[in-house]
């Protein structure tokens, strides 16, 4: 009974809107089958190279910096609102015409147009958060999020390893499905809300308390910060490239064992996120949370590197969800604390950044890893560097924080 006034009471002060958006976000990813299959979708299916697929699914990443950079531009012009509004209609057809295109330079050139317009999403949604969050409450309202997320994600790819089997032009209907659900549920609830929000900006700004406020492109100690972001995404996103190519060709896992190893990961996360985050709150500095986070994830690859039987990868599962429930919804906390009032959505945007560069060079780069030195190689690598990232974070947050604490008190 403890146990569950601990995790109810985890829920406890998060606003209405916080709900909604992560209601919002759970259709939305229910629907999300496509790419974690799309490595297999394209190696097995369309046949084409592991190299090539490599290639081709770094143009999700090209087309997630340009949506990243993009959608935070505009989110700081247009409003969240309308960003992420025409981010979940617009995805509608693109994921549609998706089947349609099976050659490589096609299928690159769909994935960049439909990631483009995806990503744009994303710094978007990280402002709404941080707009409708108590202050005290940011870090359990991205969580709140990713845990809508990953109970998607739970959904997703436990669905997609079924339908995949029969056919795999379900997994893009479905996502595009799931899009246009989200996104009429989004414009119902916060339309009214955004006319509300967009009436007081304009009385704010016509009293002059808008201050202009610097770009996050000129902040030093933030760009190092992303650049290390960079470097633990690089490493963590091998769960959406080569991590499934691994399962299936050398561990000689199923498509549908894939799925229900992929929805294990989010239904832990569901289980155990709000908790973890609310006891690292708790006990844990900022940086000590990123090291401890960033450690556990590269130690769950570098398992790999040494056994691949069927309990190792529950275990190596197990420790990635921990590890990334103490690293990604601590990024988002972090990159709000650093940022300013005015221009949250350009410093969201620049921290999606290096989310969406590490999606260029990890499936290419792993992939070449794999192809060239070996699973190995490539799990034991990917542990030795996050020990390092997570070294790096433990002395770059407080750094690049002091400041701003100062400037507060």
């Not at 046949?47 to 993009?70: A, D, P, Q, R, Y």
């Not at 089997?165 to 339309?191: P, T, V």
């Amino acid at each position: 009974m403890k146990l569950l006034h601990i995790y109810a009471s985890s829920f406890k002060g998060l606003s209405q809107e916080s709900w909604m958006l992560a209601l919002v976000m759970l259709i939305n990813r229910s629907g999300s089958m496509v790419l974690p299959f799309l490595g297999v979708y394209m190696t097995a299916h369309l046949h084409f190279s592991i190299e090539n697929s490599g290639i081709i699914l770094s143009f999700f990443g090209i087309g997630s910096v340009i949506g990243s950079w993009l959608g935070g531009m505009i989110t700081d012009r247009i409003g969240e609102y309308r960003v992420q509004s025409l981010s979940l209609l617009l995805s509608v057809p693109l994921f549609c015409l998706i089947p349609l295109f099976t050659t490589e330079a096609g299928l690159a050139g769909i994935i960049l147009a439909q990631s483009i317009v995806s990503e744009s999403f994303r710094p978007a949604n990280s402002v709404a958060i941080t707009k409708y969050a108590k202050p005290e409450n940011i870090t359990r309202a991205f969580s709140l999020n990713r845990m809508a997320i990953n109970l998607g994600f739970s959904i997703g790819p436990a669905l997609g390893g079924i339908l995949s089997a029969i056919s795999y032009e379900f997994l893009f209907y479905s996502n595009a499905l799931g899009a246009l659900l989200a996104g009429l549920l989004y414009i119902w609830f916060f339309g009214k809300r955004n006319k509300l929000a967009v009436a007081k900006a304009k009385k704010v700004k016509e009293a002059k308390l808008v201050t202009k406020e610097s770009s996050p492109y000129r902040d030093h100690k933030f760009l190092i910060y992303c650049v290390f972001c960079m470097l633990f995404s690089i490493c963590f996103f091998q769960l959406f490239s080569t991590l499934t190519i691994f399962y299936k060709d050398t561990a000689h896992l199923s498509q549908q064992n894939i799925g229900y190893i992929l929805a294990y990961s989010g239904f832990l996360i569901v289980l155990l996120e709000m908790s973890l985050v609310q006891i690292a709150e708790k006990y844990f500095t900022l940086a000590f949370t990123m090291l401890i986070g960033t450690f556990l994830c590269g130690f769950s690859y570098a398992m790999l590197g040494f056994d691949y039987s069927i309990i190792t990868l529950v275990i190596s599962m197990t420790l990635l969800c921990i590890g990334e429930i103490w690293t990604l919804p601590f990024m988002s906390t972090i990159t709000a604390l650093r940022s300013g009032k005015n221009n949250k959505g350009a410093y969201m945007g620049l921290n999606g950044i290096s989310f969406s560069i590490a999606f260029i060079i990890t499936p290419y780069l792993g992939t070449m890893i794999a192809d060239k030195l070996g699973f190995e190689v490539l799990w034991i690598g990917t542990g030795a560097l996050s020990v390092l990232i997570a070294g790096a974070f433990y002395f770059i947050i407080p750094w690049m924080l002091k400041d701003k604490e100062e400037a507060r008190s």
